[in-house]
């Protein structure tokens, strides 16, 4: 059986991360950002250009693909997360699809709109039918086949068990539910997005060292007590998302605690942010460092306070894969470029786990190469003021957005969802060749939806944190 590749938010295997203050925030201080609702609206300098106009459509024809495997129309589903050939079977991690549902309310046409609304009622029938009846959710459900009420949503046991609840899994369903509320003032979204985020309250609120959220519960039910950086940096994003849509000050109070602990995970010294606590809840442990924090704490709250750790993504991390490079997947003439999973990742040559294969140091992550892009194009830092050898933020992350269209025209060939062909150059891989997070887990070079649905949302300038304009949906429905 192969497993490699399952998302980072499936395992409780985090080495998490040192406490430092936050007083000082190295070489941004003239930096101009972007802020408030201006910054949540913006949108790509370069989307109309024709090359990646019809990458993003492509795009958006494989997340369909997707989403369309076992069922079409109205029927209420998830889509499967990867191809077939990741060895998942037709496993739907919440997290992806609730990545894909901010990718269509991007966009806004009304198909997608009315795809958003199908994956977020099939996210609320999870909700409601569950086991605890506490208004949480699973990490994952099998999508292949409909449960009693006919919903293309049911628990992924054997071989997987993905039956815990880890908060950054809950807040980003939370956080897509109210966004499609937001566009469709359809009030059980709305009511969905509030019942997690007690869920969260309830269950992973936390006084010891930094405060914040634990990370969760497992398969079993038991308290995980160490943080996630990440995890509260979603925290801070919902929380924030649900006192302005409820007019409830009291998220606001939870978002703040949240971000008390995003705050004290910072390294001034060295500009980026720690991953999180070790299994106590309260000691801060300097291992491995991960990309996601350093990019969606900017975008979750678009403070210049938290700018600076994109300096340290688009450097620390940047990684370009060759077919010359150790245990590459990639052949003839190709290079892709970007950023990869974490600090370890780059200095990794064995297997994660006795599932994966030999991983790549550098391998590029494309999921996290989206994000810095939407980064970039949030903050809109000029050339003035970026780092010697790069030339603005916008200009990064066009280069960025190219080396994810040429990952999606040219790998992941030949791929298959419910064992029927995926059509060529639509969807983005995971990762370039096999990559090693550091986390205990790998990613491989098959077809995935939150890469492909990143690509769509940095592609078009989007922040999938922060509410956007309401604005009339588009009369097509082409993918």
């Given at each position: 059986?192969?497993?490699?590749?399952?998302?980072?938010?499936?395992?409780?295997?985090?080495?998490?991360?040192a406490?430092?203050?936050?007083?000082?925030f190295p070489?941004?201080?003239n930096l101009?950002?972007?802020?408030?609702?201006?910054?949540a609206i913006a949108?790509?300098p370069?989307?109309?250009e024709?090359?990646?106009?019809?990458?993003l459509?492509?795009?958006?024809s494989?997340?369909?693909?997707?989403?369309d495997?076992?069922?079409?129309?109205?029927?209420v589903?998830?889509?499967q997360?990867y191809?077939?050939q990741?060895?998942l079977?037709?496993t739907g991690?919440?997290y992806?699809?609730?990545?894909v549902?901010?990718?269509h309310?991007?966009?806004?046409?009304?198909?997608?709109?009315?795809r958003?609304?199908?994956?977020?009622?099939a996210?609320l029938?999870?909700?409601?039918?569950?086991?605890?009846?506490?208004?949480?959710v699973?990490?994952a459900?099998?999508?292949?086949?409909p449960?009693?009420?006919?919903v293309?949503?049911?628990?992924a046991?054997?071989?997987?068990f993905?039956l815990?609840?880890?908060?950054g899994d809950?807040?980003?369903t939370?956080i897509?539910?109210?966004?499609?509320?937001?566009h469709t003032?359809?009030?059980?979204?709305l009511?969905?997005?509030?019942?997690?985020?007690?869920w969260?309250v309830?269950?992973?609120?936390?006084?010891?060292?930094?405060?914040?959220?634990n990370f969760?519960?497992d398969?079993?039910?038991?308290k995980?007590l160490f943080?996630?950086?990440?995890?509260?940096?979603d925290?801070?994003?919902l929380?924030?998302?649900?006192?302005?849509?409820t007019?409830?000050?009291?998220?606001?109070?939870q978002?703040?605690?949240?971000?008390t602990f995003?705050d004290?995970?910072?390294?001034a010294?060295g500009?980026?942010?720690?991953?999180g606590?070790t299994?106590?809840g309260i000691?801060?442990?300097p291992?491995?460092?991960?990309?996601?924090?350093q990019?969606?704490?900017?975008?979750?709250?678009?403070?210049?306070?938290?700018?600076?750790?994109?300096?340290?993504?688009?450097?620390?991390?940047?990684?370009?894969?060759?077919?010359?490079?150790i245990?590459?997947r990639l052949?003839?003439n190709?290079?892709?470029?970007?950023?990869s999973?974490?600090?370890?990742?780059?200095r990794?040559?064995t297997p994660?786990?006795q599932?994966s294969?030999?991983?790549?140091?550098?391998?590029?992550w494309l999921?996290g190469?989206?994000?810095?892009?939407?980064?970039l194009?949030?903050?809109r830092g000029?050339?003035?003021?970026?780092?010697?050898?790069?030339h603005?933020?916008a200009n990064?992350?066009?280069?960025?957005?190219?080396?994810i269209r040429v990952?999606?025209?040219?790998?992941?060939?030949g791929?298959?969802v419910?064992?029927?062909?995926?059509v060529?150059g639509?969807g983005?891989i995971?990762?370039s060749?096999?990559?090693?997070?550091?986390?205990?887990?790998s990613?491989?070079?098959n077809?995935h939806i939150?890469?492909?649905?990143?690509f769509?949302?940095?592609?078009?300038?989007g922040n999938?944190?922060q509410?956007?304009?309401?604005?009339e949906?588009?009369?097509s429905?082409?993918?």
């Open positions: 059986m192969n497993t490699y590749g399952i998302s980072r938010r499936q395992l409780a295997r985090f080495g998490l991360g406490i430092a203050g936050v007083a000082s070489g941004i201080g101009p950002l972007a802020h408030g609702e201006e910054a949108e790509s370069f989307s109309e024709p090359a990646l106009a019809a990458s459509s492509r795009a958006y494989f997340l369909n693909t997707m989403m495997a076992y069922a079409q129309g109205q029927t589903r998830l889509s997360s191809a077939d990741q060895g079977q037709s991690f919440v992806d699809n609730s990545v549902i901010l990718a309310l991007l966009r806004g046409r009304r198909d997608d709109i009315s958003g609304e199908t994956l977020g009622e996210l029938h999870a909700q409601q039918t569950d086991s605890a009846a506490d208004g949480r699973r990490q459900y099998f999508v292949d086949q449960d009693a009420s006919g293309f949503v049911r628990p046991l054997f071989p997987f993905f815990g609840s880890a908060v809950m807040a980003w939370a897509a539910l109210a966004q499609l509320f937001h003032r359809d009030q059980r979204f009511d969905g997005a509030v019942r997690l985020g007690h969260i309830n269950n992973t609120f936390d006084t010891r060292g930094a405060g914040g959220f969760g519960v398969n079993g039910n038991n995980l943080k996630s950086t990440e995890h509260n940096i925290c801070i994003a929380f924030t998302l649900l006192a302005q849509l007019g409830d000050a009291t998220w606001s109070s978002a703040d605690h949240a971000r995003v004290a995970m910072f390294n010294a500009g980026f942010f720690f991953t606590t299994p106590d000691t801060v442990s291992d491995n460092i991960p990309e996601d924090v990019t969606w704490s900017f975008l979750a709250t678009l403070d210049k306070n938290h700018a600076a750790s994109i300096e340290w993504a688009k450097t620390n991390l940047a990684t370009t894969d060759t077919p010359q490079t245990h590459s052949k003839g190709s290079r892709i470029s970007g950023v999973f974490a600090s370890q990742s780059l990794a040559l994660s786990d599932f294969p030999p991983p790549d140091p550098n391998a590029v999921e190469t989206g994000h810095v892009a939407a980064a194009l949030n903050r000029s050339a003035k003021h970026d780092l010697p050898g790069f603005g933020d990064t992350a066009r280069i960025l957005l190219e080396d990952a999606q025209e040219t790998l992941g060939q791929q298959t419910g064992g029927k062909p995926i060529n639509q983005v995971a990762a060749s096999v990559l090693n997070t550091g986390f205990g887990f990613y491989s070079p077809l939150a890469p492909t649905s990143w769509a949302i940095a592609g078009q300038g999938p944190f509410l956007r304009e309401r604005r949906h588009e009369d429905s082409e993918a």
